[in-house]
């Protein structure tokens, strides 16, 4: 019997219509598009804004777009997975509220964090429960609210983030299609260059973590750039020499978008050239889970049956790696 892959059969997108231009940040913090712009290459991002609208709002919305567009019946789909660093509330996973939300009546759900790589590994766990032949229809969802988190007079975090969402469908697949292959690291040093101290075990809320905004994201953004750029070249690299490819086999890079420059790094080591880079990073800034699934979305009208996918990411933990994925359908 030949072995069951697991291939993304469907993709779906949502992004809120709030538009945060560099412009409108020059009046927030001591910042100007020009600098914005060279040194992320962002331009805008979405803002979700709405009282009581949580990260879930966002993983429907896209959930139901992937639904229509595939003509799912969601009592079909086995498990919902959110990818996210921002769920809805700490306690009460943001997948269970997805799936019934969703009519997906008959799956259970739970959520996936690694910060900037949530769906990447994500991408491993729905893979695997295909592979297993236990389950037919994973839906993966990679949504964050980083507005949620973010303190606007922070020049170093607030023009970077983003709000948004993207869903993936995964199915088994008889032609060999889906993924291929995959190098998944992290690394625990991470943990004092990028992060919220406050509101977990380790310093519970109180008036003065709040008082001290602790629970914000601190980013030493240098450290992480030189980090980022090195891992992410080297397990997309990877991904290349260990499965026999050139860059000419390799149809599309598709990167995390934290920063211009350091997809540019990768695109190089890789040698791939910029159109097939996929980049969206100028409209929707770093939107952490979502940047992959937007991606696929984006671009989804331009992906053909068999192309070779790259998918490279990196985030906060440190956590980082790589796959390799056939595309399985055309649109
Ligand atoms: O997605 C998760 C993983 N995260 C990442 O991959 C992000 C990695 N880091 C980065 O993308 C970049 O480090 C940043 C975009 C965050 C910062 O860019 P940078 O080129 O590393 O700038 P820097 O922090 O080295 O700062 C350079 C200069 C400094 O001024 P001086 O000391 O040279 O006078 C900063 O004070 O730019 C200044 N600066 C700014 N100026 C205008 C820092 N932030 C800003 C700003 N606007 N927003």
């Keep these: 019997m030949s072995k069951i892959t697991a291939a993304i059969s469907a993709v779906g997108k949502y992004v809120p219509d709030y538009v945060l231009t560099n412009k409108e940040l020059e009046t927030y913090v001591d910042t100007n598009d020009e600098w914005i712009t060279s040194r992320t290459g962002i331009k805008e991002r979405r803002i979700l804004k709405g009282e009581g609208l949580g990260t879930s709002y966002m993983a429907i919305k896209a959930s139901e777009d992937l639904i229509k567009k595939r003509n799912l019946d969601p009592k079909e789909i086995d498990l919902v997975i959110v990818a996210t660093a921002t769920p809805d509330l700490p306690v009460a996973c943001t997948a269970a509220y997805v799936a019934s939300e969703i009519g997906a009546i008959n799956a259970f759900g739970y959520d996936l964090e690694a910060a900037c790589s949530s769906f990447l590994y994500g991408m491993s766990t729905a893979t695997s429960y295909i592979e297993s032949g236990r389950y037919k229809k994973v839906l993966l969802i990679g949504a964050d609210k980083m ?63 709040v008082a001290e905004k602790r629970h914000f994201v601190y980013q030493e953004g240098k450290t992480v750039f030189k980090y980022a750029v090195s891992n992410m070249a080297d397990v997309a690299e990877k991904m290349l020499t260990r499965n026999n490819l050139t860059e000419q086999d390799i149809q599309w890079l598709v990167a995390h978008q934290a920063n211009r420059r350091i997809i540019q790094a ?33 671009y989804e009208k331009e992906l053909k049956k068999g192309d070779n996918l790259i998918f490279a990411a990196f985030g906060g933990g440190f956590t980082w790696g790589a796959a390799y994925l056939k595309w399985a359908y055309n649109s």
């Design 147 to 209: 507005s949620s988190i973010i303190d606007y007079a922070d020049r170093a975090t607030c023009i970077i983030f983003g709000d948004g969402a993207g869903a993936a469908l995964f199915e088994p697949n008889t032609e060999g299609l889906g993924l291929q292959d995959e190098f998944l690291r992290s690394d625990g040093v991470g943990r004092d260059f990028l992060r919220i101290e406050a509101g977990g075990s380790v310093m519970p809320t109180t008036k003065e973590t």
């Design 266 to 298: 990768t695109a190089n080591r890789v040698g791939v050239s910029e159109e097939k880079v996929m980049m969206n990073i100028e409209k929707y800034g770093n939107t952490t889970s979502a940047t992959l699934p937007l991606l696929l979305a984006d």
